[in-house]
């Protein structure tokens, strides 16, 4: 299986990429496909595929904040079972991560990522293949580390219409064990520098970063 990174819209793989995005993802968490020009030929935006027999059957896109010293798992998609894409992923990704922060004369201390939470939710009309569904990919979040920052989170919907997305946690994996809270001003940092690009920030979204504002730290729960 090859890691090969994506840096342009025009690239064939990235086609592959995005429809199979649209499967396992509802519409208002996709950048449509033209928006993906900048993103993809920033070089702080990391998008790597899994590439097996020349398919694309895995996805992952990723940031590393060397400021910060934290990194920020947009998404991770498997798109076939059996083929072990998911510990692939994450294997090329943290080992990367690692370089990024080698090369910038800093130490990757955690890693954010919003994590669907299907206790919150009916039910959820997307997934693609087992691996992608919201419990399973909740429980194999939790055993790679992650835990859940108490807050109750909302996010800016990528469609950048105003709207708060619900139905997540916000997740963090600490890579000292013994960490069990997380700077409430890191994460204010963090969100305000993440969701710069859209422009319609929802009054939800807002009113949760205000409140982290009067806040010292906010604790790790488990998911």
Do not use: C
């Not at 009916?122 to 979040?141: C, D, Q, T």
């Not at 960490?179 to 305000?192: C, G, N």
């Amino acid at each position: 299986m090859e890691y090969i990174r994506i840096t342009s819209i025009n690239d064939p793989l990235f086609r592959k990429m995005h429809d199979m995005m649209k499967t396992v993802f509802p519409p208002e968490e996709v950048l449509a496909y033209e928006l993906w020009k900048e993103p993809l030929e920033d070089p702080g935006i990391r998008v790597f595929v899994a590439v097996h027999e020349g398919e694309v059957v895995g996805s992952t896109e990723y940031r590393y904040y060397s400021d910060f010293e934290v990194a920020m798992t947009d998404f991770t998609i498997i798109g076939r079972e059996g083929l072990g894409v998911g510990p692939f992923l994450a294997k090329q990704r943290h080992k990367e991560l690692v370089a990024l922060a080698a090369e910038s004369g800093t130490r990757l201390t955690g890693m954010f990522a919003e994590i669907y939470n299907p206790y919150l939710v009916e039910e959820y009309e997307f997934g693609g293949v087992k691996a992608m569904n919201p419990f399973v990919r909740r429980e194999v979040l939790s055993h790679l580390g992650y835990r859940r920052l108490d807050l109750n989170y909302v996010h800016p919907s990528w469609n950048n219409d105003g709207e708060a997305v619900s139905g997540l946690d916000l997740g963090f994996l600490a890579y000292d064990e013994a960490q069990d809270s997380v700077s409430a001003d890191l994460i204010v940092r963090f969100l305000t520098r993440y969701y710069a690009v859209l422009e319609n920030k929802p009054q939800a979204w807002l009113d949760m970063v205000d409140s982290l504002k009067s806040r010292d730290s906010v604790k790790l729960l488990p998911l």
